[in-house]
Structure formats: C-alpha cells, structure tokens
C-alpha cells in the first residue's frame, strides 16, 4: 500500500492549506517542523497553530501562537498580528479561560479601529457575541452580532456572514424566537455550502437541530445533526462531532430510545475529555445528569449535575449554572 509523501510546509504552502481548509494536512506537515522553524517564518507558525485548533489540539495550538506573537509584533507585521490575536483569544475561550478570551477579543477589536480594519472589527465583535452569549447577556450579544454582519455585509464576505447568521440563530432560539432562528440557521447553511465551508455548516445544522428538538420534531433533529456529524468527521472536526451527537441523544430520548441517548451522550462526553472542551462537557452532563435523574440514579445525577454546573460557572454562565443547582437542590429537597 503506498503512502502520499509528505507536504512541505512554507509560506505560500501554508497560505494554501488554510485557504483550502485542510486543517488535517497541514497540522501534519506542521507536526514535522521543529519551533525553531515554526519562529523562523511566523506565518507558518500561525497556520499551523489554527490548525491544530481545528483538528482539536488546543494545547499545543496555544503554545505555538503565543510563541509566534511576540515574533510577529517585532517584524511589525499588524495583520499577522491581528490574526494570531484573535486565534488566541478563540483558543481561550474554547478551552474555558472566557475572561482571558474576552480581554484577547477586546485587544482586536481596538486595533481594529486604530487600523480602521473592518474585517478584524467584524471578528472581534462576533467573538464577543459569542462571549455575551455564553453568559447570558443575550441582548449585548445580539448587538455585537449586527454590528458583525453589517461590516461583513460591506467586505461582501459570505462565510462572515454565514458564521454570525449561525450565532444570530443560537442567540435567536434561545431568547424564545424560533422563527427568526430558524431563519438564521437556514440562511448560514445555504452561504456555508456556497463558500464550502463543512465546519460552519455543521455548526449551523447541529444548532438548527436543538431548534427542532425545542420542537418536538426527533426525526428532522436527527438527520439534522447525523448529517452535521458526518460533515464535522470528514474534515476531522472532533468538537463538532462532539455537539451533534449530543444532539442525537437528544433525540433518542425524546423517541424513548434511552439506553441509545446514554451510548451518545457517553460518546460526546469521551470526546469532550479527550479535547479539552469544557463548553461541551458542560452540555453533556447537564444532559446525562438528568437522563440519570429520570431513570432513577439519583445519586449518579446529582454527581454529574454537580460537575456540569461548576463548568459553566467556569466559563461565567451563571444563569446555566444556577438552573443546574437549582435541579439538584430539588432533587435534594424530594429525599430522591
């Protein structure tokens, strides 16, 4: 059986993997490469540090961004600058440190208005929607959103467009809004597939997916998110695959499917540990805290209601993790 050689990694072959997306390749190629040669050409260094984020690497993503930084700052190089700031800042937040993601996202969104720099400006203010709405301050969230998708709608950038109408969605479902969610959700896909970009549709089909769940609708929730999953596994998105199949236990359960939601929610929660992602941990055993508490294992619910509820005071959503306490002191309260 033959084997492909391997893909040298320099600039404009950096350049071209992550214009192409090819997250797989190119933390492989970067696998290859000392930091001595990471530092050496800054650029590499970033392309390879986004990649490993995205094949769900964060640690080693985050060690060789804050490594090419410093480096980037000395050449003067303001765009390389303003890409490996905002990398960090998702790399912190998506491993739980939310603060130290916030002031990263604040840092850009200053440059971007000393740089007069539409595209980070729209960056920044969709990472702190993002951060908002973890939180709970829904509608600061849909303010940063507007202010995102109008400058991504000035640039004429698509998959802008189609990741803030995925977090317009998200924000949208959960202020009570269905329609206008589901109107987000759809228009992202639709753009996301357009600019062939796999991972923002996924993320569009996996939310659209709770949507429906909200709803009552198993069948569309689970093809739905399956056809998220398989599109996150192609391009070796780990926490994307993660998200859809908690989703499908989702499902499952509303089908009385129980022991396959257990074997789901199980499943997203191994992938969770393995990848750091306390967000997705938080979510799963919320999840598989109450499938426990509703057959029965009451001790085993409370234990893991109590874990979920300490990662999303973590992360600073206090309104989840209250909900969550609340649940168990019920729990307590009933002598279940």
């Known amino acids: 059986m033959s084997t492909s050689p391997p893909v040298p990694l320099d600039r404009e072959a950096a350049r071209e993997l992550r214009g192409r997306r090819q997250w797989l390749v190119l933390a492989s190629a970067g696998d290859r490469l000392g ?3 990471l530092l050496a050409e800054p650029e590499v260094g970033y392309a390879y540090a986004a990649a490993c984020r995205h094949v769900g690497r964060p640690e080693r993503a985050l060690q060789v961004a804050l490594t090419v930084e410093p480096e980037a700052r000395r050449r003067g190089d303001w765009r390389l600058g303003g ?8 790399i912190l937040f998506e491993t739980g440190r939310v603060p130290e993601a916030q002031a990263r ?3 850009l969104l200053e ?5 007069n720099d539409e595209e980070f400006s729209a960056r920044a203010s969709n990472n702190l929607g993002v951060v908002s709405n973890v939180r709970g301050q829904r509608d600061l969230a849909l303010t940063y959103y507007q202010r995102a998708l109008a400058a991504y709608q000035r640039l004429g950038n ?13 924000s949208y479902r959960d202020l009570g809004f269905d329609r206008e969610a589901d109107g987000h959700f759809r228009r992202s896909i639709e753009l996301a597939l357009a600019e062939g970009s796999e991972r923002v549709a996924a993320i569009a089909e ?15 929730a689970t093809s739905l998110a399956r056809r998220a999953r398989d599109r996150a596994r192609e391009i070796g998105d780990p926490a994307g695959v993660g998200n859809a199949t908690r989703v499908l236990a989702g499902a499952a359960r509303l089908e009385d499917r ?3 939601a257990a074997a789901h929610l199980d499943a997203a929660l191994e992938i969770a540990r393995a990848h750091s992602d306390p967000l997705l941990t938080a979510d799963v055993q919320r999840d598989r805290g109450l499938l426990l508490r509703d057959t029965g294992d009451a001790d085993g619910a409370r234990a893991v209601l109590s874990e979920s509820a300490e990662h999303f005071a973590q992360l600073g959503a ?12 019920g729990m307590d309260g009933d002598g279940g």
């Not at 698509?158 to 998200?170: K, S, Y």
């Not at 996996?206 to 569309?220: H, I, Q």
């Not at 206090?318 to 002191?329: G, N, P, S």
């Open 158 to 170: 698509r998959l802008g467009i189609a990741e803030t109408h995925a977090n317009l969605g998200i």
């Open 206 to 220: 996996t939310e659209r997916a709770v949507l429906r769940l909200r709803a009552g609708d198993a069948r569309l």
């Open 258 to 260: 129980l022991d396959e």
């Open 83 to 90: 890409e490996v700031v905002n990398l960090i800042g998702n």
């Open 318 to 329: 206090t309104a989840d993790a209250e909900a969550i306490a609340a649940i168990v002191r």
């Open 105 to 107: 996202f604040e840092e």
């Open 35 to 37: 930091d001595e040669a």
């Open 111 to 115: 440059h971007a208005s000393r740089w």
